[in-house]
Structures are given as structure tokens and as C-alpha cells.
């Protein structure tokens, strides 16, 4: 029941047109009801062995006319609105789940695969609302013409009626038992094809490291693994509908033949016209198609039961981080960063990352972190913007608690520059813009002079217009770079993270994008991690972590006289080999 409010709640905004789409529904289905009387009046009244009344022949055609418009525009709405409306609920459906996704934590998305996320946005989404048009339709055409059949066979025959609807319960008790079948395999249908989704992304995505392996078979295989569990997924689910549907028309055949043969006795005793079984049969035709009808309801609503439940399993994970109610914004930033008794773990695992980290950086001071891999230094400074949450300590901004304020005001305030750099599919602009996007022309040719990104800039083909594909493919490493870099200089935030931002580039690109990162640095709150100390040579304060904390800190020159950790780490780097 919890999972039907939710559903119906999305036809909340929708109650006029559903309300005009259920009755044109309605309405369509009346008319159909009255074509096999009109047919009865025909043969009984117009047609004798005097011959045809004329006149009632014509009543009888202009009837068939009117009724032909009227079920021609009542189809015509539900078949365009109707479906306008299930499209519009999707198209709600999909900003929900997309919103959704974005406010999910870093650590939700490190243990779930894009390509599931594209499936239950799409395909799922898609048998939703061929559920949310055709659901409610189907079971009101189906609803008055079964209704509306019976009462009017009655009145003519109600022992041949008997017939007919003394057959329906044992068909409607095999639709239901087999149409949960057909649902749990609708649902591991949907489960496989997100899994093949995901193996296509993931195989893709990483093609240059693929072909420069020479690991095309290997991704093949992975592939045919993923195809194959699909595709017998997919044989069974064919197994239960090819059940349930035949199953279904043989109950029509039997309802047939049934009404045939006590149709024949019936009138053998002269208890039955023959005119009447003609209509009987022409009625028969009228139900079926609501038969069918419900048959398809039956399909709708295992796909679209099957999507939906996907879709609220998405929706009923609530954010692991999120703005507290009385989140406070962020103003007159100066940048002191403490870190107070700060510890973290990962969800699911008993060992700490890091405990008991106490850090103060003061406004517009320049600190490294450095470490060997694995002790979180990156960890420790994704902890600022929120991106994962503290498990123990207290994380302070000028005094404030990073909890109590406004995620989006703390991010705002927070830029990143990361060794893995992403850029979206679009011109240079746009990615400069994605800063701030009400930035001027102007500005963001600033950002770029400040990044020293402006002359490259201008040398491609359509300049600051350059489509650069996707994840910036058609730039260098350090264009790519100081483009991110420019990105941060319009963004203008008060505290900055470098994370290993020059580790993959060559000692010309890491010399000019060292120099863009130093300009940026000036006057803001700056970390950087570093696994290259000639770059944190001229940092106010190093910081060593080990897997026990903070080993040591202090100066280049105050760590190298303490010959500790530092040293150790600064020998290995520069230690001629041989």
C-alpha cells in the first residue's frame, strides 16, 4: 500500500487530465456496447419477410455515424493526451530519481556501478508510464464494457449469460497466479540488462586502457558472461508469458465454444432466437477485446510494478549526508580550517582510516599534506566539503560547525583541483562556466589569463567555442589541467584543495600548471596533497600522516633536520639510484 500512495501521488498534478482521459475512455467503450444492439434492432426490426424498412435502415446508418465520431475522438483523446500524461508522470519520475541521485553521497556511488543507475532512468522509467496512461484506462474500458455486456446479455439470455461469466473467475484466478510469474521474471529481466549496462560502460569508458592491453577478449568474454545470464533470464521470462498468454486464449476459445454449443441447445428447445446468438456472438467480440485489454493491463502493470519497485529502492535510500533544518549559509568567509579529535571509517568496515587528526589552518595559509599511499590524506581533505562525513570529531569553518551549514553555501565556498580531472562534453567555455554559471564573457576569459590557460585556449580551432569531446579527450593532460584550474579561479572560493593535481603531468606541464596553482593559492586557505615534495618545498607547513595520524610537521627544512618520516620520504625521491 506505502508503495501505490507514492505511485499515485505522481498523478496528483495530472487529476484533470486523468479525470478527461477516464472518461473519454468511458465513453468509448459505451459506444462500443451499442453497435451489436443496433445490429439486433437491424435484423430484428428493419429486415422481415415484408422487406427492409427503409427509413429505420437509414436511422440505423446515421446511429453507426454518430457513434463512429464519438469513439473516433474519445480514442483520439486517450490514445494523444492519455499517453502525453504517462510521459509527463516519466518525465517527473526521472528528474526525481536524477535530483536523487545527485544528493547521494560519494560513498554510495563507490559501491554502485553507472551503468544500473542508467537503466532504472530509462528502461524502468519507460515501463512506468506506459503503467500510469494505460493502467487506469484499460481497467475502466474493461470495467464498463464487462458490466455493461452483462446486464444487457441478461436482459436477453441470462442462462447463456451464465455460460459466460461462470467461465470468467477460472480465468481471472489463472491471470493472477501466473501473472506473478511473469512479474519476479519481468524483474530479473530488468536486473540482467543493468548489469550488461554496466559492463558496457565500464568496458568502454576504460577502451584506451582496454586495446593498449590488448585485452579485447578478455572484456569480450566479460561481456558474453553478463549477455548470457541476460539472455537466460530472458528465456524465462518468455516461458512464463508464453503460459499466461496462451493460457489466456484458450479461455477465449473455450468461452466460444461454449456459448456455441449451449447456444444450439438453447435453441433447439426454442428457448434462443437465432438473431439473439448472432448478437450473443457480437457481444462475445466485445468483451474480448476488454479480455485483451486486461491481458495487457496484466503486462503494464508486471513491467511497470517491476520499474517501480526498482525506482522506490532508489528513492528510499536517504542521503548518508545532507543540510541539517536550521543549516546556517556561509558569509564573510576568512578560511581557518580546524580539525578537531577527527576520525573516519568507511560504512561496513571496523578499521579507522585515521583517528584523533587535530589541524588548524588559518586564513590564507599554505599547507601540504604529505604520506605514503593508503594513510588518507585525500580521505582527510574530502571531509571539508562533506563529501564524506566525519565518524568521529568536529570539523570547524571559522568557528562553525561543517554539519550546521548549508551544504551548498560549504561547497560554494570549497574548490577542488584533482590529479584526475573531469571535464564534461562541451566547449572550453562551458567548462570554465561550470564555476559559476552567471559569469560574463569577460570573466571568464580572466579566469583562463589566470590559469595561464588563455593563449592554448585561443589557438584551437573555434577558440573559448572549441567542442573538447568527452572527458576533455581532444586536449593534453596540462590543458586539461589548468582549464579545471580555471574553472576554480571563477568559482572564487575562500579555501581550495589541490589533490595530487600535478602528479600525472610531465615536468614542462607541471612547471605551468604549478605556477597557475601558486597564483591561485594567494590569499586563500590552501592543502595540497602531494606525492612529489619538489612541489611542497615552499609550503608555511607539511604535515606527515602515517596509518597512526599526524607523524610530524613543520617546514621543509625544520622536517629534513628532524631526519624523520619526511626525510625518509624526501631520500627515496631524490636518492640518486645506482
Known amino acids: ?42 435484423t430484428t426490426k428493419a429486415i422481415s419477410v415484408e422487406g427492409i424498412d427503409t427509413e429505420f435502415v437509414l436511422k440505423i446508418a446515421g446511429a453507426f455515424l454518430v457513434l463512429i465520431v464519438v469513439e473516433y475522438v ?9 499517453h502525453a500524461m504517462g510521459a509527463k508522470m516519466e518525465s517527473d519520475m526521472r528528474d526525481d530519481l536524477f535530483r536523487h541521485y545527485q544528493e547521494l553521497s560519494f560513498q554510495y556511488h563507490d559501491n554502485t556501478r553507472t551503468g544500473q543507475h542508467m537503466s532504472r532512468i530509462t528502461s524502468d522509467l519507460f515501463d512506468i508510464s506506459e ?37 470468467f473467475p477460472l480465468m481471472l484466478i489463472f491471470a493472477y497466479r501466473n501473472s506473478i510469474k511473469v512479474k519476479n521474471a519481468l524483474k530479473e529481466n530488468r536486473e540482467r540488462i543493468a548489469d550488461v549496462n554496466s559492463q558496457v560502460e565500464d568496458s568502454l569508458s576504460g577502451i584506451r586502457v582496454v586495446q593498449s592491453f ?14 548470457r545470464r541476460f539472455l537466460e533470464s530472458r528465456k524465462r521470462g518468455y516461458f512464463a508469458e508464453a503460459v499466461f498468454y496462451n493460457g489466456l486464449l484458450s479461455f477465449i476459445s473455450f468461452i466460444n465454444i461454449a456459448v456455441v454449443i449451449a447456444g444450439a441447445v438453447l435453441i433447439s428447445y426454442h428457448l434462443l432466437q437465432l438473431t439473439q446468438l448472432i448478437t450473443f456472438l457480437l457481444y462475445l467480440n466485445t468483451l474480448i477485446d476488454p479480455i485483451k485489454r486486461l491481458v495487457n493491463f ?23 549526508i545532507a543540510s541539517a533544518e536550521d543549516a546556517v549559509a556561509l558569509t564573510d568567509v576568512k578560511g581557518k580550517v580546524e580539525f578537531i579529535n577527527v576520525g573516519f571509517q568507511y560504512a561496513g568496515d571496523s578499521n579507522h582510516v585515521f583517528r584523533n587528526i587535530n589541524i588548524t589552518a588559518h586564513p590564507g595559509e599554505y599547507i601540504a599534506l604529505v604520506g605514503s599511499s593508503g594513510v588518507g590524506k585525500t580521505t582527510l581533505c574530502s571531509l571539508i566539503p562533506r563529501f564524506y562525513e566525519t565518524t568521529e570529531g568536529t570539523i570547524r569553518i571559522d568557528g562553525t560547525d561543517i554539519k550546521s551549514i548549508r551544504l551548498t ?3 560554494d565556498h570549497i574548490g577542488v583541483v584533482q590529479q584526475d580531472v573531469y571535464l564534461f562534453s562541451g566547449t572550453v567555455k562551458e567548462n570554465i562556466l561550470y564555476g559559476r554559471p552567471e559569469a560574463t564573457d569577460e570573466e571568464v576569459i580572466q579566469a583562463a589569463k589566470n590559469a595561464d590557460a588563455h593563449d592554448f585556449i585561443m589557438g584551437l580551432p573555434d577558440g573559448y567555442h572549441s567542442h573538447i569531446g ?40 607541471e612547471r605551468v600548471v604549478q ?36 607523524a610530524e610537521e613543520g617546514t621543509h627544512e625544520t622536517l629534513l633536520k628532524n631526519n624523520g618520516m619526511y626525510a625518509k620520504l624526501h631520500y627515496m625521491q631524490f636518492q640518486p639510484v645506482g
Not at 579561479?489 to 593535481?501: G, H, M, Q, R, T
Open 470 to 509: 568527452q572527458r576533455g579527450v581532444k586536449l593534453s593532460g596540462g590543458q586539461k589541467q589548468r582549464i579545471s584550474i580555471a574553472r576554480v579561479f571563477l568559482k572564487n572560493p575562500s579555501i581550495l584543495i589541490f589533490d595530487e593535481a600535478t602528479s600525472a603531468l610531465d615536468n614542462e606541464s
Open 515 to 550: 605556477e597557475s596553482l601558486d597564483k591561485l593559492a594567494r590569499n586563500r586557505t590552501t592543502f595540497v596533497i602531494a606525492h612529489r615534495l619538489s612541489t611542497v618545498r615552499n609550503a608555511e607547513r607539511i604535515i606527515v600522516l602515517s596509518e597512526q595520524g599526524i
Open 409 to 411: 553555501s560549504l561547497r
Open 298 to 320: 496484466t503486462q503494464n502493470l508486471q513491467n511497470g510494478v517491476a520499474g517501480f519497485e526498482r525506482f522506490v529502492e532508489i528513492m528510499d535510500v536517504k542521503p548518508d
Open 74 to 82: 474519445s480514442n483520439f483523446y486517450t490514445d494523444y493526451f492519455g
Open 131 to 167: 503503467l500510469a496512461h494505460h493502467g487506469p484506462e484499460d481497467l475502466v474500458i474493461s470495467f464498463v464494457r464487462i458490466v455493461g455486456a452483462f446486464f444487457i446479455l441478461v436482459q436477453m439470455n441470462w442462462s447463456l449469460t451464465c455460460v459466460i461469466f461462470l467461465i
Open 214 to 227: 590488448a585485452n579485447e577478449a578478455i572484456e569480450m568474454e566479460k561481456f558474453r558472461s553478463s549477455n
Open 1 to 42: 500500500m506505502e508503495t501505490l500512495k507514492k505511485f499515485l501521488a505522481y498523478y496528483k498534478p495530472y487529476k484533470k487530465p486523468l479525470i478527461a482521459d477516464l472518461f473519454f475512455a468511458a465513453l468509448a467503450s459505451a459506444t462500443v456496447l451499442v453497435y451489436p444492439l443496433l445490429v439486433d434492432r437491424m
